[in-house]
């Protein structure tokens, strides 16, 4: 683990850092710079030309101009990775190092009274007031929202994290993760997950009632939210339960292994939560075989250094838990 000496020290070498990651971002984006102002003065000229000639030149040179601003939204997003390890690293100096971190474990988001909703009893709904009540606390506390790889590299003992860390997970992909915790979580400047399921990514878009908060997450609004959210797998098709018991626990090895294989591959992840928090042997066999990197539960606890990354504990924020009881769950002893 990142070992820390004193204070100023380790401040200047946060400077260093900031300022190495800084040049390197300016020669990229100097770079991009000027073959867009290439691109802008040669682009009308050429145009004429294609359309005088019917050549083929300018469709070559439109689809090198659209795989250049795909290059400049892949930098975008490295530049904010480079400012989260800035933030891990400005507020280790504040906060010292944390042992265990919290992972928080929200559903369905409601904005309305829960108690005189359809969703009246049900633990898996949570009020947009009190989520917000919530993020704000982290926010005006200095909490560091964690990414999955921020976590595992923590758990692996690669690197520290702030003595002030939570990490904020979503499980099933609903679109009402995205229509009210998206604005919060954007709002205050963190960072969170959302477990999907496959096959829903993939019918998203032919649901009957496209602007119900219940209904999936697409990949439209996975490309949209990616500077806040990031997206991984809750199985491909296993979010079910057979003779009442978990799929994960009741199919073959090989079924499972087909099934997390396609998410895998669906959305390039490394990072699995268990559907009902159900998984055996079996699973955890496949997910070595895949190289998947962690697993999380449902089952009640911090994550730490000592847990198995195969079964990573979890806290579930329940529609009663008030302000007091969350302060209690995200600050432990």
């Known amino acids: 683990m990142t070992k820390i000496g004193g204070e100023g020290s380790f401040r200047t070498a946060i400077v260093m850092h900031e300022k190495r990651n800084k040049r390197i971002l300016e020669g990229f984006f100097v770079r991009i710079l000027s073959f867009l102002i290439f691109f802008s003065i040669l682009i009308n000229p050429i145009a004429a030309f294609a359309e005088e000639t019917k050549d083929r030149s300018f469709a070559e040179l439109r689809q090198g101009l659209e795989e250049l601003l795909e290059l400049v939204k892949v930098l975008e997003k490295e530049n904010l990775s480079l400012k989260q390890e800035n933030l891990r690293l400005l507020k280790i100096t504040e906060q010292g190092v944390a042992k265990q971190v919290p992972v928080l474990l929200y559903h369905h988001l409601y904005d309305g009274d829960l108690d005189k909703s359809p969703y009246k009893g049900n633990g898996a709904v949570v009020s947009v007031d009190s989520f917000r009540e919530q993020m704000k606390y982290l926010k005006d506390n200095g909490f560091y929202t964690a990414t999955l790889e921020d976590l595992e590299r923590f758990l692996a003992k690669e690197i520290d994290l702030p003595a002030k860390t939570v990490v904020i997970t979503f499980d099933d992909g609903y679109y ?128 730490s250094p000592n847990s198995e990354k195969y079964e990573i504990p979890r806290i579930i924020v329940w529609p009663s838990t008030n302000i007091e009881r969350f302060k209690q769950i995200v600050n432990p002893r």
Do not use: C, W
């Open 176 to 303: 009402s993760n995205i229509e009210y915790a998206y604005p919060i979580l954007k709002e205050y400047g963190q960072k969170a997950t959302i477990f999907v399921v496959g096959k829903g990514v993939e019918n998203a878009t032919s649901e009957t009632n496209m602007s119900s908060t219940l209904r999936s997450l697409g990949y439209e609004d996975i490309k949209n939210t990616s500077d806040v959210f990031e997206f991984h797998s809750h199985t491909y098709d296993l979010h079910k339960q057979i003779n009442n018991m978990p799929a994960l626990t009741v199919l073959s090895k090989e079924e499972i292994l087909v099934d997390l294989n396609r998410i895998k591959e669906q959305l390039g992840t490394k990072y699995l939560a268990y559907p009902f928090g159900g998984y055996n042997e079996n699973t955890i066999e496949v997910l070595k075989e895949l190289n998947y990197k962690l697993a999380f539960t449902v089952k009640e606890g911090y994550a």
